[in-house]
T-cell receptor
Framework: KAGVTQTPRYLIKTRGQQVTLSCSPI?????VSWYQQTPGQGLQFLFE???????NKGNFPGRFSGRQFSNSRSEMNVSTLELGDSALYLC?????????????FGPGTRLTVL | QKEVEQDPGPLSVPEGAIVSLNCTYS??????FMWYRQYSRKGPELLMY????GNKEDGRFTAQVDKSSKYISLFIRDSQPSDSATYLC????????????FGRGTSLIVHP
């Protein structure tokens, strides 16, 4: 069974630009969660989508948004990029976020904001 | 104070040593306790999962949860250079929003 895939793997943007990251979950998984990982703050929850609906949201500004498509693929968007948005963005898929032992992470997208 | 505290290390040990990794937490609602391993340039992978208190063993790995002390541990026996990675603890409540809270991770280096 194919794992979670994320594209692109690396991205360089400049301040003020916007970026869209993509995540394809494991086949059959309907829950997709997004996380931001930085050396200073560690791994922080951004939001979770289940069946095209945002079910949970972390404590991030409105510049961070996401969506999920009918095939469970998900995208997250960051508008008006700031230097502090430089991070590894991880996507995780599961049958449901209520099953913490079934969450599988992708390799991440490394975003660098200059 | 963060909800989950984890010493970032690095922790450097010789091959064959017993490794102890720990996290403390403040939220008594946490019921699920996980340990993830993350290699460089990879996403985290679930290593151990425990519900509520107690011990769980899987091969060379043992996870312990002490809810009375709000303290969890991961022990690695006979550590190998391939165990060199960052180990993240994570916790989650059993009801409500199911949002997991992660520690910052401990970098482990096992040298031959």
């Amino acid at each position: 069974k194919a794992g979670v895939t994320q594209t692109p793997r690396y991205l360089i943007k400049t301040r003020g630009q916007q970026v869209t990251l993509s995540c394809s979950p494991i086949s059959g998984h309907r829950s997709v969660s997004w996380y931001q990982q930085t050396p200073g703050q560690g791994l922080q929850f951004l939001f979770e989508y289940f069946s095209e609906t945002q079910r949970n949201k972390g404590n991030f500004p409105g510049r961070f948004s996401g969506r999920q498509f009918s095939n469970s693929r998900s995208e997250m968007n960051v508008s008006t990029l700031e230097l502090g948005d430089s991070a590894l963005y991880l996507c995780a898929s599961s049958l449901s976020l209520a099953s913490p032992n079934e969450q599988f992470f992708g390799p991440g997208t490394r975003l660098t904001v200059l | 104070q963060k909800e989950v505290e984890q010493d970032p290390g690095p922790l450097s040990v010789p091959e064959g040593a017993i490794v102890s990794l720990n996290c403390t937490y403040s939220n008594s609602a946490f019921q699920y306790f996980m340990w993830y391993r993350q290699y460089s340039r990879k996403g985290p992978e679930l290593l151990m999962y425990t519900y509520s208190s107690g011990n769980k063993e899987d091969g060379r790995f043992t996870a312990q949860v002490d809810k009375s002390s709000k303290y969890i541990s991961l022990f690695i026996r006979d550590s190998q250079p391939s165990d060199s990675a960052t180990y993240l603890c994570a916790m989650q409540a059993s009801g409500g929003s199911y949002i997991p809270t992660f520690g910052r991770g401990t970098s482990l280096i096992v040298h031959p």
